[in-house]
């Protein structure tokens, strides 16, 4: 039987912590000669935000950190939540679906994706993106890394997924 409740990740991250230094994304981009074992706990919100902010309390609670990538929909962009979060301790990252929400145009996607970070950036320090992928559209928003220079706002160390 599948448990998601909050008490058995509870569980998982006491038994992380056993053995295991956690690290958040960017941490990891930053200096990647870590001797110890180490885990990078990543959480996309796609939604459900509330969740998010409890597992974050948890991690917390027992000195863990991670990195939670937030999509910028009505329902997710939860500044409060998101600002909650980050004072503790976590990364934000950006979960971007640009190619999706501008019917596959790259250019509209571009200038949607530059909007959205700068809309995080107004909350947090955001120095890591990843891509959501949706079945459900045609359009591909890894797509959008073959048509713009993600190092026009982001340096090469603290983006992930994409080779600059």
Known sequence: MRDYTVEKYRELCSAINENYKTLTFK????????????????????????????????EHELGIKSTYYFRTNKSVFKQEII???????????????????????????????EDELNKFREICDVKTICMHGNPLTKYDNRELGKKYDFKRILTHTETFGFNL
């Open 83 to 113: 600002k909650g979060i980050a004072s503790l301790g976590h990364e934000i990252g950006y979960h971007y679906e640009c190619m999706d929400k501008a019917a596959g145009n790259p250019e509209e996607a571009i200038k949607i994706f």
């Open 27 to 58: 941490e990891y981009l930053n200096n990647s000669n870590f001797k110890d074992n180490f885990v990078i706990l990543r959480h996309d919100v796609d939604r459900m935000p509330e969740n998010a902010l409890k597992i974050a309390e948890v």
